[in-house]
């Protein structure tokens, strides 16, 4: 079972991770994580929503929080370029026979529910109302100074179907990590913006929402968004780092969690891989993690995840052989 | 004349500004400047020829190095995603009425000379030889950190006919300068990867190589970087900077000229635009500078630039209003 | 004429430059500069007067900011350790025929008035109140994160009567600047605290004061300083930098000039001096600037300071050879 | 049982904490340590013995390597002003009941090796043989472009002797913890230099010492180090960090073991403290670690230390309470 090839002309355009949609019950709470800690700009609120962007993001939202009894994630937004893709990928679903339902959803054009084999929640969108980018307010940047939503990572058993998936509608596959001396897909890192990932797939109890993953500018935003999140009392959600990945990506990152248990990545770097020659980079498990330095990942993160809302998950293995794949990323 | 409209789904992919190739003098001296003090990486080199990449590349050479007798910018190159989109490039230039030619470079495929209406001798490929990324190899990094290409700025007095030709190729224009309440295009900056430039054209005699133009991880490099180069003895190379612009990019950047007199510009950050919605973004002249700091462009960085060798300029244009105008970037 | 020796058993402990007392014009104005844009805290205020001490500080104030007709410093800060320090001070000024009077100052102990043969007009005082050092309430930290006062930098004409006068007060010399093959002394850099600078005296027409220096953190708190007062309308008090000194201090700086004009030394490095052995460092003129990049301080650095109120100073010397010498720091 | 009034004019003057003498088992794997990964500059070296200084000192060094069958430290070095001050701290140590004893050190002026009531070895001299600073000698600079020794940490059994002694000698208490509702001493933070230490003694099986430490200038150093270990084989030495303290200090670290398991702390930032209405801060345990995040010590962190070479240490305390009270630096 090998690696599929590209598909360097799909049929639609997926450009992007686009957003998440939360469920919080304390919008107030989590307003104090975003807002005033993080530095996430607000581009409207109500009673029960909040929506959020990154200091440069010139579109409407990239996190969107939802007032709910429980915590989960409702969907994984994605982008297409135009209205044309949007209907191409309608159908793409529909006829790979997945459920396909056009909604209404506030600041954005028609908007696709849907969801990938490995049973992600998605919502799929031609454009969003704008936004003024804010690169030149100086004066409104505080906390991490978020930048932009980079990718999203999924925990699912179904690693493979999912690469197999995104790569037919074109997401290039930049890493992936298989067991040594093996081709099981254990982790796939998709990609259609031009840097390593758009949406990651790791094997584990799912489909879940490991992780949300934004850019931040420099190292010392790494270091001081911890002090802050200390001092205002989010110091127990800074769940692992600041640190380097020794394996897909080698981010510089730091991983926290939101008053609800959503897990946020914050992380300074990747590389631009566009090239066709570009070929997947094979990581079979005994290669990760070497020369690395730092504390390995604690157990809640190797195996926590939020909840899909109204999605079931499977079990997480917590046997020895699972840990141990799981401290990869 | 307004600004055409986008167009997504073009012909052919061309996806990225790739490298420059530059004649000069004394390639110890080259080297001396961009390996062992902005810290480029030699992919390979022989008796008068320097092919070097920045620390993120995975490509073979980002600059390319000749001796010659003359300094001189011999080729643009830019990128296409496959050898049928390298075919369709070929066809689509040569029924423009453009040269085109087939050549051989080494560490490339097949190769493509032709130029654009603006006069820009330009070299397009579909594939080079891979090198090993050294994102993760932290023992040889130094200097600048030099990450990768990201665009070049040419000065011509087709700006206009330039933008007609890049955005009917899928060139997305990110933003445009224009004299107060005019349409006359001043500068306007294309992009096909997703951040704000991959060319840029600015109205000054030409053709001519303004810069190329390269990421480098953080502020404290681009201060770093002007000390080195001090000890080494290329302080006067010192163009412009460290700054801020204060118009189309907002980037921070420091302007170094080589040994050769050729531009480099290094800079830290920009954002990211893929989106349908993103609007090209307007500058009228009294825009731009507003709520700036420190010094203006020198003389030289607003009238300098690299004759294309084989190509003929016209004069650049030193009168008050052009130098006013010029002191956009 | 040579350099005097060290005093290594002084008499009474001055321990290092305190503060500065500045007439304004404008308070609110002054605040916008100092509090909302460079970051300091204020320790107190009331209609006429502000108090301003940097982040580390746990002395009430580094800043005293006073509302004038004119704008002038009323005073340069000293302290000494202890009250039987300050009475050994007190009877030391006024036994070298300088003038000294006991004051009220605010928050301060008892506070001693004299000036010294530069004519510079002192503050000295054993106390000052406490308040709580803001190094840990990284919810308060904005602009550069000022730390500190540093140092204090004054023009005068008599160079080596200061450096004589501070000498014997168990001020060490760190660093100075001569004429080539000149025993003149053009600038002293004069130490207590174990870094390069309490006080500077620079030859120009004087007693004025040139700037107070404060430390910031790194790098990019002095990049990101100077976009944040061109946000806030201070763009055009950036006069000189980001940059480095290639002389004395070998500083990464930038120089401000307030609302009122008063220069403010913005800078994030210095060596520790403290052992006996250090000899102070001989520049001669041709020595400066060797290795150097980027922009020569515009005119008005060199030429330009604060008057002292009520104190009459010489005129500033225009010539070749002073500007040309005055390009030191 | 109060702490001590500090002695603002002592009898003799002990400016700093002046270097380290180590023995190591491998001066190769040392250099490749301290020299090749750190950035530390040698000052000279021979057969048996390695001699450090960091990028900012004039003096010869602030580490000493040694060639030994066991590792161990050898002996903190102090320095005095003069030589006068050499002759009276022999005579305070001598009359203390402490041994004393006159000895050649390569490099260093007259050397008195004594120990204090800790049995802490020491060896102070008044000067050293000067090396140039690097400070402006970018080129040279690498690793975590080390600037100076800071201070050493002493685990001990005497704290409050300890304490007593260096008061009396004109050390200042910046910062000490205290269970809670008690006066027993459990760590002590003294200071001659001005900020908040020069030497520490914390509560432990000793005498041992815990660490030396070291200023680096920025916090993206920190995580750039750490990086560079690991490439280099030496990421099994970041022992802890990099994170911030909670406690005394405050200060941005690194703790890393060499490859003899001596522990080596870099640091971004202190505060100055000079003036006498500063205080000695109190910390009662359960002040510590208030909004903190990150990770806890490790074990070997709160235990393990250097023998110091010919001197018995009692036993680490391994119970509860004591690995409690040892979490706090």
């Keep these: 079972m090998s690696i599929p090839d590209p598909v360097f002309r799909p049929a639609f355009n997926i450009t992007r991770a686009s957003h998440v949609v939360h469920r919080v019950r304390d919008l107030a709470k989590s307003r104090a994580f975003y807002v005033d800690t993080l530095g996430f700009v607000v581009s409207d609120d109500d009673h029960d929503t909040l929506y959020l962007r990154g200091l440069e993001e010139g579109c409407h939202h990239s996190i969107v929080l939802k007032t709910g009894a429980e915590p989960a994630c409702e969907r994984v937004g994605l982008r297409v370029l135009t209205e044309d893709d949007l209907d191409r990928a309608e159908a793409h679903f529909r006829t790979s026979g997945l459920p396909t339902r056009w909604v209404q959803a506030p600041f954005q054009g028609r908007t696709l529910h849907t969801s990938d084999p490995a049973g992600t929640p998605l919502e799929i969108c031609a454009s969003m109302q704008t936004k003024p980018r804010r690169i030149m307010h100086f004066e409104t940047f505080h906390g991490a100074c978020p930048q932009r939503i980079d990718h999203v990572q999924v925990l699912t058993r179904a690693v493979r179907p999912a690469c197999e998936f995104y790569m037919a509608m074109g997401f290039r596959l930049s890493e992936y990590i298989v067991p040594d001396n ?20 790791v094997n584990n109890a799912g489909p879940r929402l490991h992780h949300a993953a934004f850019t931040i500018p420099e190292v010392h935003h790494l270091m001081y968004v911890c002090d802050l999140l200390g001092r205002n009392g989010f110091g127990a959600g800074v769940e ?58 604690p157990d809640s993160w ?13 079990h997480a293995d917590t046997s020895a052989s699972a840990r141990e794949a799981a401290i990869v990323r």
């Excluded at 897909?185 to 949406?199: E, M, S, T």
């Excluded at 990506?249 to 946020?264: E, K, N, Q």
């Excluded at 631009?272 to 498990?285: F, G, L, N, S």
């Excluded at 195996?303 to 499977?314: D, H, L, P, R, T």
């Design 302 to 314: 190797r195996q926590e995840g939020s909840a899909f809302a109204g999605v079931a998950a499977g």
């Design 240 to 297: 692992w780092g600041p640190g380097r990945h020794f394996g897909p990506g080698y981010a510089r990152f730091v991983y926290l969690r939101d008053p609800d248990g959503h897990r946020v990545e914050l992380f300074t770097n990747h590389y631009q891989t566009i090239d066709a020659e570009d070929e997947p980079i094979r990581w079979e498990m005994s290669d990760l993690n070497t020369r690395r330095w730092g504390t390995f990942p």
């Design 182 to 201: 093996s081709d099981e897909l254990h982790a796939v890192f998709l990609q259609r913006k031009g840097n390593p990932h758009d949406i990651v797939f």
